[in-house]
């Protein structure tokens, strides 16, 4: 029986800002999927997103890969893509690749939202 691996669900906020919740491991399998998400986001006319990890169990470099992708979409800004509330092995992910320096990454999404109306 075929199932989805991830499934990736948008809130807008705004006509410009959205959230975009992942739910499942964000790796080889499911990165393109995550790409284009952030993509369409864009062509929307979205500019910031904030990405709720709190649901995904496991991160590997092609996952990695497409959060860098949706940070480059979005305009290069860490202002533009904030990370919320990823579980443990993302957190020691992000610090053991330093991109816990390239992403700005926050313990839930209100805290991010609330980030975000204060830039």
């Not at 691996?5 to 906020?13: A, G």
Request: glycine share 6%; aromatic share 6%; proline share 3%.
């Amino acid at each position: 029986m075929w199932r989805k691996l991830m499934e990736i669900t948008c809130k807008s906020i705004s006509p410009t800002v959205n959230t975009v919740s992942f739910n499942g491991a964000l790796n080889a399998r499911s990165a393109e999927e995550a790409k284009q998400t952030f993509r369409n986001l864009v062509e929307q006319g979205v500019t910031k997103v904030i990405v709720d990890l709190h649901e995904v169990p496991f991160i590997d470099s092609s996952g990695l890969a497409a959060l860098v992708s949706g940070l480059k979409t979005l305009g290069g800004e860490a202002a533009n893509l904030k990370l919320a509330a990823p579980q443990s092995q993302a957190r020691l992910l992000f610090e053991l690749t330093m991109f816990d320096r390239v992403f700005e990454i926050h313990d839930t999404v209100e805290d991010a939202l609330k980030s975000l109306n204060q830039s």
